[in-house]
């Protein structure tokens, strides 16, 4: 389960480090909408593997979804601040606490919804994460 919001970290970190639109942020103190849309694609292209890996199980979907919708609000009302002055601090803090509500709130109830549906160990939940984002 650690490798999926390590993933996801490493996906954000690389979007919003190098694809944001510093100059526009910078001079309206706002992320323009096209950096908006990306961070939304940042999560629904990294969450539609997992979806359709875990289809099958109604408890498991409805625990992702819960997940990618909250953790890409948190990442997207963080960012759309005005410009920070220390922005990469400010992304790395950003990523950081998303990991963080991910971990407090959802690890343990996504894992608790595989559990019950009868999906694997950890470690192979760990190995079918690694399948999936290396693919």
Not at 100 to 117: G, K, N, P, R, W
Request: glycine fraction near 2%.
């Amino acid at each position: 389960m650690k490798n999926l919001i390590w993933a996801l970290r490493t996906q954000l970190d690389y979007a919003l480090t190098m694809k944001i639109n510093r100059k526009f942020w910078n001079e309206v103190d706002s992320l323009c909408e096209e950096d908006l849309h990306m961070i939304y694609e940042v999560f629904d292209e990294f969450f539609g593997p997992v979806y359709e890996e875990f289809k099958m199980s109604v408890n498991v979907t409805s625990e992702i979804e819960r997940a990618h919708t909250t953790l890409q609000q948190i990442v997207a009302c963080a960012m759309d601040v005005p410009y920070p002055v220390q922005t990469d601090l400010h992304i790395q803090r950003v990523i950081a606490n998303m990991s963080q509500v991910y971990e407090d709130f959802f690890e343990e109830s996504l894992f608790d919804a595989m559990s019950i549906a009868g999906i694997k160990k950890t470690d192979e939940l760990d190995a079918e994460f690694d399948k999936m984002i290396l693919a």
